[in-house]
Protein backbone atom coordinates (compact mmCIF):
# COMPACT_ATOMS: atom_id res chain seq x y z
CA UNK A 1 0.00 0.00 0.00
CA UNK A 2 1.27 3.68 -0.92
CA UNK A 3 2.16 5.39 2.18
CA UNK A 4 3.15 9.08 0.48
CA UNK A 5 5.67 11.20 -0.55
CA UNK A 6 6.32 11.61 3.00
CA UNK A 7 7.21 7.90 3.47
CA UNK A 8 10.11 7.79 0.91
CA UNK A 9 13.50 8.40 1.67
CA UNK A 10 15.26 11.80 0.46
CA UNK A 11 17.59 10.46 -1.77
CA UNK A 12 14.70 8.78 -3.41
CA UNK A 13 12.82 12.29 -3.73
CA UNK A 14 15.68 14.01 -4.66
CA UNK A 15 16.42 11.61 -7.95
CA UNK A 16 12.93 11.60 -9.27
CA UNK A 17 13.05 15.38 -9.20
CA UNK A 18 16.37 14.69 -10.98
CA UNK A 19 14.43 12.29 -13.31
CA UNK A 20 11.51 14.72 -13.78
CA UNK A 21 13.87 17.70 -15.04
CA UNK A 22 16.09 15.64 -17.73
CA UNK A 23 13.11 14.01 -19.26
CA UNK A 24 11.56 17.21 -19.48
CA UNK A 25 14.78 18.23 -21.09
CA UNK A 26 14.94 15.72 -23.30
CA UNK A 27 11.23 16.38 -24.58
CA UNK A 28 12.43 19.61 -25.19
CA UNK A 29 15.47 18.97 -27.47
CA UNK A 30 14.06 18.88 -31.50
CA UNK A 31 16.71 16.64 -32.44
CA UNK A 32 14.95 13.87 -31.07
CA UNK A 33 11.84 14.36 -33.27
CA UNK A 34 9.88 15.60 -30.82
CA UNK A 35 6.97 17.44 -32.67
CA UNK A 36 4.51 20.00 -30.89
CA UNK A 37 1.82 18.13 -31.84
CA UNK A 38 2.21 19.91 -35.83
CA UNK A 39 1.58 18.27 -39.07
CA UNK A 40 2.50 19.11 -42.33
CA UNK A 41 -1.29 19.72 -42.25
CA UNK A 42 -0.58 22.88 -39.76
CA UNK A 43 -1.07 26.04 -41.10
CA UNK A 44 1.77 28.88 -40.35
CA UNK A 45 -0.47 31.50 -40.02
CA UNK A 46 -2.70 29.27 -37.05
CA UNK A 47 0.91 28.59 -35.55
CA UNK A 48 1.34 32.17 -35.10
CA UNK A 49 -1.98 33.25 -34.02
CA UNK A 50 -1.63 30.92 -30.62
CA UNK A 51 0.64 33.96 -29.50
CA UNK A 52 -1.84 36.44 -29.79
CA UNK A 53 -4.23 35.10 -27.03
CA UNK A 54 -4.98 32.03 -25.44
CA UNK A 55 -8.73 31.95 -26.94
CA UNK A 56 -6.58 31.78 -29.64
CA UNK A 57 -4.66 28.86 -28.64
CA UNK A 58 -7.73 26.98 -27.27
CA UNK A 59 -9.92 27.49 -30.65
CA UNK A 60 -7.31 25.89 -32.19
CA UNK A 61 -7.30 21.98 -32.32
CA UNK A 62 -3.32 21.65 -33.24
CA UNK A 63 -3.25 24.18 -30.65
CA UNK A 64 -4.81 22.94 -27.76
CA UNK A 65 -2.70 19.84 -28.77
CA UNK A 66 0.53 21.37 -28.38
CA UNK A 67 -0.03 23.19 -25.19
CA UNK A 68 -1.03 19.68 -24.29
CA UNK A 69 1.79 18.58 -25.11
CA UNK A 70 4.09 21.20 -23.82
CA UNK A 71 2.29 20.53 -20.27
CA UNK A 72 2.52 16.68 -20.37
CA UNK A 73 6.63 18.09 -19.88
CA UNK A 74 5.90 19.77 -16.94
CA UNK A 75 3.25 17.72 -15.38
CA UNK A 76 0.46 19.93 -15.24
CA UNK A 77 -1.79 18.67 -18.02
CA UNK A 78 -4.77 17.95 -15.36
CA UNK A 79 -5.50 21.29 -15.75
CA UNK A 80 -6.04 21.60 -19.62
CA UNK A 81 -7.63 17.83 -19.35
CA UNK A 82 -10.06 19.31 -16.62
CA UNK A 83 -10.63 22.27 -18.73
CA UNK A 84 -11.70 20.08 -21.92
CA UNK A 85 -13.18 17.36 -19.76
CA UNK A 86 -15.53 20.39 -18.42
CA UNK A 87 -15.99 21.82 -22.21
CA UNK A 88 -16.99 18.24 -23.20
CA UNK A 89 -19.01 18.09 -20.15
CA UNK A 90 -21.70 21.34 -20.90
CA UNK A 91 -22.31 19.54 -24.35
CA UNK A 92 -24.23 16.73 -22.62
CA UNK A 93 -28.27 16.81 -22.76
CA UNK A 94 -29.40 13.58 -20.72
CA UNK A 95 -29.88 14.10 -17.56
CA UNK A 96 -28.91 10.77 -16.24
CA UNK A 97 -25.29 10.80 -18.33
CA UNK A 98 -25.14 14.84 -16.92
CA UNK A 99 -24.89 13.54 -12.87
CA UNK A 100 -22.42 10.38 -13.91
CA UNK A 101 -19.98 12.32 -16.05
CA UNK A 102 -20.32 15.12 -12.84
CA UNK A 103 -19.13 12.55 -10.74
CA UNK A 104 -16.43 11.03 -12.77
CA UNK A 105 -15.07 14.39 -13.57
CA UNK A 106 -15.47 15.57 -10.00
CA UNK A 107 -13.49 12.48 -8.23
CA UNK A 108 -10.83 12.57 -11.21
CA UNK A 109 -9.76 16.01 -10.51
CA UNK A 110 -11.79 18.15 -8.01
CA UNK A 111 -11.84 16.26 -5.11
CA UNK A 112 -8.77 16.31 -2.28
CA UNK A 113 -6.34 13.65 -3.21
CA UNK A 114 -8.10 13.23 -6.61
CA UNK A 115 -6.06 10.89 -9.34
CA UNK A 116 -5.21 14.47 -11.46
CA UNK A 117 -6.53 16.72 -8.76
CA UNK A 118 -6.50 20.20 -10.25
CA UNK A 119 -5.07 23.59 -7.88
CA UNK A 120 -8.51 25.18 -6.79
CA UNK A 121 -8.72 26.89 -3.53
CA UNK A 122 -10.89 25.11 -0.74
CA UNK A 123 -13.96 27.29 -1.38
CA UNK A 124 -14.29 26.72 -5.19
CA UNK A 125 -13.83 22.90 -4.77
CA UNK A 126 -16.96 23.15 -1.57
CA UNK A 127 -18.94 25.42 -4.01
CA UNK A 128 -18.57 22.54 -7.26
CA UNK A 129 -18.54 19.65 -4.39
CA UNK A 130 -22.29 21.05 -3.41
CA UNK A 131 -23.35 21.95 -7.03
CA UNK A 132 -23.37 18.30 -7.49
CA UNK A 133 -26.65 17.76 -5.88
CA UNK A 134 -28.29 18.74 -8.59
CA UNK A 135 -26.03 18.74 -11.63
CA UNK A 136 -26.27 21.42 -14.56
CA UNK A 137 -24.17 21.90 -17.11
CA UNK A 138 -23.26 24.82 -15.38
CA UNK A 139 -21.77 22.61 -12.08
CA UNK A 140 -18.03 23.31 -13.03
CA UNK A 141 -18.15 26.99 -14.12
CA UNK A 142 -16.40 28.45 -11.28
CA UNK A 143 -13.98 25.75 -10.92
CA UNK A 144 -13.16 25.70 -14.84
CA UNK A 145 -12.87 29.45 -14.84
CA UNK A 146 -10.01 29.22 -12.19
CA UNK A 147 -7.91 26.82 -14.04
CA UNK A 148 -8.50 28.29 -17.07
CA UNK A 149 -6.95 31.77 -15.37
CA UNK A 150 -4.30 30.06 -13.89
CA UNK A 151 -3.01 28.32 -17.19
CA UNK A 152 -3.76 31.55 -19.14
CA UNK A 153 -1.49 33.23 -16.52
CA UNK A 154 1.04 30.62 -15.53
CA UNK A 155 1.33 27.95 -17.95
CA UNK A 156 0.50 29.82 -21.14
CA UNK A 157 3.21 32.35 -20.74
CA UNK A 158 5.86 29.39 -20.37
CA UNK A 159 4.54 27.98 -23.40
CA UNK A 160 5.05 31.03 -25.50
CA UNK A 161 8.43 31.18 -24.40
CA UNK A 162 9.52 27.14 -24.60
CA UNK A 163 11.65 25.83 -27.57
CA UNK A 164 9.41 23.81 -28.64
CA UNK A 165 6.94 26.65 -29.79
CA UNK A 166 10.01 29.11 -30.65
CA UNK A 167 10.81 26.57 -33.18
CA UNK A 168 7.10 26.10 -34.74
CA UNK A 169 7.26 29.97 -35.14
CA UNK A 170 10.34 29.66 -36.64
CA UNK A 171 9.26 26.99 -39.11
CA UNK A 172 5.73 28.78 -39.57
CA UNK A 173 7.68 32.42 -40.44
CA UNK A 174 10.08 30.87 -42.89
CA UNK A 175 7.07 29.41 -44.64
CA UNK A 176 4.98 32.36 -44.89
CA UNK A 177 8.05 33.96 -46.06
CA UNK A 178 9.43 31.59 -48.95
CA UNK A 179 5.10 31.75 -49.80
CA UNK A 180 5.03 35.56 -50.53
CA UNK A 181 8.83 35.31 -52.59
CA UNK A 182 7.24 32.26 -54.72
CA UNK A 183 4.49 34.40 -55.69
Known sequence: MCRG?????VACLERAKDFKTRLGILLHK??????MGTSSKDSSKEVLEWRESFDQLLKSK???TAFHTFL???FSEENLDFWLACEDFKKTRSKTKLASKANRIFE???QSEAPREVNIDHET???TRKNLSGATSACF???QAKTRTLMEKDSYPRFLKSASYQDMTKQAT???ISKRSHT
Open 5 to 9: WAALP
Open 125 to 127: REI
Open 108 to 110: EFV
Open 72 to 74: KTE
Open 174 to 176: SRC
Open 141 to 143: NEA
Open 62 to 64: NGV
Open 30 to 35: PELGHK
